[in-house]
């Protein structure tokens, strides 16, 4: 059986499915075929069930529970780290009211997480009828912050240029920000273990649960083979992963890799569901997804 696997162009990514691509690691019975597109991209294809087996965001995954289950390997989990909010200059939260942000994308889980940090109401630009106004953190009005969608790796730039007023960065922008000179207000992995006391859930792989069962759990198997090759062949791996790497130093790429390919992506655990859990009935409880889904998982 054919299956098309669709993951990011990034050298975490890349890392993780390096023995699959090689293929150091195979599947008895499926061929797996590599799509590589952004993130949001493949949120917006899972909406389809275009792939059989996907990397996608877990905001995304509340909006395709009916198509997907998700795989207990593969998922990116920000265990005190994640997306950053990043400005040219000094600010704090309660600043940001009024203006402009750059954000990857509405389905990524950056975005659901900057909602969630957000007191107020996250607006596209575009809209012009009144938002709700609330208290931010040391009794300031939060009013509203407007967004618009940036593709990931301009972000950085549109800030810089002044185009937009702060950034909303995922990937290897969180460690490159402070190259571009520009300064973190918050970094979200980090306020929602504060909140949570859990890993931010980013990424999940999934699968589709019209797939027979062996074939889901075979495929399962797989990913998780493919990752622990890859961490017990980290220089070999990393090799593979620097070709998506987007110019980074070696030494940036690696720490990069380790901080979205680790334990939490051999297996997730009780602790990673309960994060991916508790992230999305957040956000049914703010209102920011219709409904907490029936989250299914694939061990």
């Known amino acids: 059986m054919l299956l098309r696997l669709g993951h990011s162009p990034d050298s975490d990514d890349a890392f993780m499915f390096w023995a699959l691509a090689s293929p150091r690691v195979t599947a008895p019975g499926i061929e797996f075929e590599h799509t590589l597109r952004d993130i949001e991209t493949l949120n917006r294809w899972a909406l389809e069930g275009r792939l059989e087996c996907t990397a996608i965001s877990a905001h995304a995954y509340a909006y395709v529970a009916d198509r997907y289950s998700i795989l207990s390997h593969g998922a990116s989990m920000g265990d005190g780290y994640g997306p950053k909010v990043v400005t040219t200059g000094a600010m704090a939260q309660a600043d940001l009211g009024g203006r402009l942000i750059a954000v ?129 062949n980290r220089e070999e791996a990393l090799t593979y992963a620097m ?21 939490w992506t ?9 994060s991916i859990e508790t992230f999305l009935k957040a956000g049914a409880a703010r209102g920011f997804i219709a409904m907490s889904p029936d989250i299914t998982f694939v061990d």
């Open 104 to 232: 990857p994308g509405e389905m990524t889980s950056a975005f659901l997480a900057l909602r969630l940090w957000w007191p107020g109401d996250v607006v596209p630009e575009s809209r012009s009828e009144p938002a709700r106004v609330a208290t931010a953190p040391g009794g300031h009005a939060a009013g509203i912050l407007r967004y618009r969608v940036v593709p990931f790796d301009a972000i950085m730039e549109a800030v810089d240029a002044g185009s937009v007023d702060a950034g909303l960065i995922i990937h290897e922008g969180q460690l490159t920000y402070g190259d571009e000179g520009l300064h973190q207000v918050e970094d979200l992995g980090a306020w929602w273990l504060r909140t949570t006391g859990l890993p931010l859930p980013l990424g999940v792989n999934t699968i589709r649960r019209d797939l027979p069962a062996d074939v889901q759990l075979t495929a399962s198997r797989a990913l998780r083979d493919s990752i622990v090759c890859g961490l017990e």
């Open 243 to 263: 070709r998506f790497a987007r110019g980074l130093q070696a030494a940036t790429a690696d720490e990069f890799v380790g901080m979205y390919v680790n334990d």
């Open 266 to 274: 051999v297996d997730m655990g009780e602790r990673g569901r309960r």
